[in-house]
């Protein structure tokens, strides 16, 4: 059950990126990727296999800082820049999506907000423990029936005293129902979209689990229903209204998707490259045939076109220039590249393609989630076209 891997990444930097790169960044990506090699790829077949989330690398993320890389380090970030937290994904995603998913939503969704929108009372009650993952968070912005349009959401908080009262229902939460906090976004009396920490064992609120995913196997999918549920107002997040407050958490958390699909995208050609040198047929190993050739080249090439869209966009990012639309072009590009890369590295293994004896698969299918979260891939396209021309074709 164990996926192939190999030591030498080799042509995996085509284009010499490393050389752009300081110090910092390589050791940073050298930690996660020997972490990865360690404790995710020995196991994570198993995991999905059997729709298991394993919980207990939470802890593990936390110690090498895949939680909020780039937040400072004085609130329980990594204290990296936007480049670290991008390579930091990558390495993440070369073991599994759902395992960069669970770093994701607890650095750019819970604990981003949180910092970025907080109180200095919510920022020292909070982020130094989901820094150190003895806190897991989740983020709840979509609803059963508002997935592309949060815009429409319906779930709500009614001021009564020193408290507000949440009803609603959110949908398709990562980490939901394991996770000890929960930002959620209601709209207030005004119609006006808040920010607000809802806490574990809060009466009225509850965190069924979604089961019968094929896709993000390890990574534990759930409800956040709200029943009357009488929040602090101190829990509120004081520095944010209306829909740019999630919507930046997703920038955030966009950046590092764009990113991270590279690395699924690297796991599943390196896989394919060592296959194509062992498999013999017709007397010759398949990478001797022009076709198998021309399917390496093309994904070798399209990896190698993604890192430098992903690198930029970390240049522009650290800089502070990274706007949402190239964010969108990002995630959008390399994650349907990623998706074609495994694609074809599965019809070069053949039938053990569809195994798990090889990552192939479990990258594919986690990379349909990939495609349609944090905004689908034809949302992004409108966002790209909304960019360029001006004009809105959303509604
Ligand atoms: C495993 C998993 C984990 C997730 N984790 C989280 C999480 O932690 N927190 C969270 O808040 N959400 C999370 N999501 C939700 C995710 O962000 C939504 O699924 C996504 O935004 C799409 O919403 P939807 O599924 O309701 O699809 P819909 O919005 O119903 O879209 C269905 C299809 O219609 C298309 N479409 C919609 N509107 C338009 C339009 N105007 N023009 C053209 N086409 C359009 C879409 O592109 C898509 O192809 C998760 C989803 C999954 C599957």
């Known amino acids: 059950m164990s996926s192939v891997k190999t030591d030498q990444y080799q042509h995996h930097d085509y284009y010499s990126i490393d050389d752009l790169l300081s110090e910092d960044h390589k050791l ?41 890389p780039s937040i400072p380090a004085e609130y329980g970030g990594g204290g990296m820049d936007e480049m670290a937290y991008g390579i930091i994904m990558t390495e993440l995603e070369r ?33 130094p423990k989901l820094g150190s993952g003895e806190f897991i968070g989740c983020f709840g912005l979509t609803e059963p029936d508002h997935g592309s349009n949060p815009a429409g959401m319906i779930t709500n908080i009614k001021e009564d005293g020193d408290s507000y009262i949440l009803n609603g229902a959110k ?10 906090i929960a930002v959620v976004w209601a709209k207030d009396e005004q119609g006006i979209i ?12 509850t965190a069924p689990e979604i089961h019968g995913k094929w896709s993000l196997r390890a990574s534990i999918t759930g409800e956040l229903v709200f029943q ?10 004081p520095n944010v209204q209306g829909l740019k407050g999630p919507l930046s958490c997703l920038s955030k958390a966009r950046y590092g998707i764009a990113w991270g699909a590279i690395g699924a995208a690297l796991d599943c050609y390196d896989s394919a490259l060592r296959y194509s040198k062992e498999r013999i047929q017709f007397g010759k190993p398949l990478g001797q045939f022009q076709l198998t050739q021309k399917k ?41 590249m990623a998706l074609e890369v495994a694609r074809e590295a599965r019809q070069i293994h053949g039938g ?8 192939i698969m479990r990258h594919m299918m986690n990379l349909e989630t990939v495609l349609t979260y944090e905004g689908t891939h034809d949302i992004h ?5 909304m960019d360029i021309t001006g004009l809105n074709a959303f509604s």
């Open 28 to 68: 940073a990506r050298d930690a996660v990727r020997n972490w990865v090699k360690k404790e995710v790829s020995p196991i994570i077949e198993d995991y999905s296999n059997r729709a298991e989330c394993p919980y207990h690398l939470f802890k593990g993320l936390a110690e090498i800082g895949a939680f909020g």
């Open 95 to 127: 073991g599994d999506s759902g395992i960069r998913s669970m770093a994701s939503v607890q650095g750019s969704l819970v604990m981003y907000p949180i910092f970025k929108f907080g109180s200095e009372e919510q920022k020292r009650k909070y982020l």
């Open 171 to 180: 949908m398709w939460i990562t980490n939901s129902p394991v996770a000890d």
């Open 194 to 205: 808040r920010g607000l920490v809802v806490e574990k064992g809060m009466p009225g609120f």
């Open 228 to 237: 009357d549920v009488r929040v602090p107002k101190s829990n509120v997040l």
């Open 296 to 336: 390496l080249a093309e994904m070798i090439t399209e990896i190698t076109k993604a890192q430098l869209l992903a690198w930029r966009l970390g240049s522009l990012a650290n800089q502070g220039l990274a706007t949402p639309a190239q964010i969108s072009m990002a995630k959008r590009n390399n994650v349907a």
């Open 352 to 359: 053990m393609g569809i195994t798990n004896e090889y990552p």
């Open 381 to 385: 396209l409108l966002i790209t076209g």
